[in-house]
């Protein structure tokens, strides 16, 4: 009786681990890995509300990024004249942020939100 009753609950534990055949895990068709688009929110250091917002992007890279999405992005978040309001606004369209980093210059220092959403292709 003691064995039959080992065996009856030794097979209760065990069974659940044993593979079925109607439990197969088919494979999955991978999916491309995602491209990222990257910009950097820039910002005067000095103040929370400041005129000195704006956009890097490329634009001054060579060749430069020609990008009219993101031109009218920059041309907007300059007149939020707050790096809250910018923040809102590019997370709005789309944009997730990533880190922060403070670059020191001779005349003071700014902040960059680096930020990144998934590729778009690039108007012209």
């Given at each position: 009786?003691?064995?039959?009753?080992?065996?009856?609950?030794?097979?209760?534990?065990?069974?659940?681990?044993?593979?079925?055949?109607?439990?197969?895990?088919?494979?999955?068709?991978?999916?491309?890995?995602i491209v990222y688009q990257y910009c950097i929110l820039?910002?005067?250091?000095?103040?929370?509300?400041?005129?000195?917002?704006?956009?890097?992007?490329?634009?001054?890279?060579?060749?430069?990024?020609?990008?009219?999405?993101?031109?009218?992005?920059?041309?907007?978040?300059?007149?939020?004249?707050?790096?809250?309001?910018?923040?809102?606004?590019?997370?709005?369209?789309?944009?997730?942020?990533?880190?922060?980093?403070?670059?020191?210059?001779?005349?003071?220092?700014?902040?960059?939100?680096?930020?990144?959403?998934?590729?778009?292709?690039?108007?012209?």
């Amino acid at each position: 009786m003691r064995k039959t009753l080992a065996l009856a609950f030794s097979l209760l534990f065990f069974l659940p681990a044993l593979p079925s055949s109607a439990q197969e895990v088919t494979p999955s068709i991978s999916s491309p890995p995602i491209v990222y688009q990257y910009c950097i929110l820039v910002v005067d250091a000095g103040f929370f509300n400041t005129s000195e917002v704006g956009l890097e992007f490329g634009q001054s890279a060579q060749p430069p990024v020609k990008d009219a999405e993101l031109l009218q992005d920059q041309n907007n978040i300059r007149q939020m004249h707050s790096i809250v309001a910018a923040l809102n606004y590019m997370s709005g369209r789309g944009w997730e942020f990533l880190e922060t980093r403070t670059t020191p210059t001779s005349i003071g220092s700014y902040v960059g939100y680096l930020l990144r959403r998934p590729q778009r292709p690039i108007a012209k």
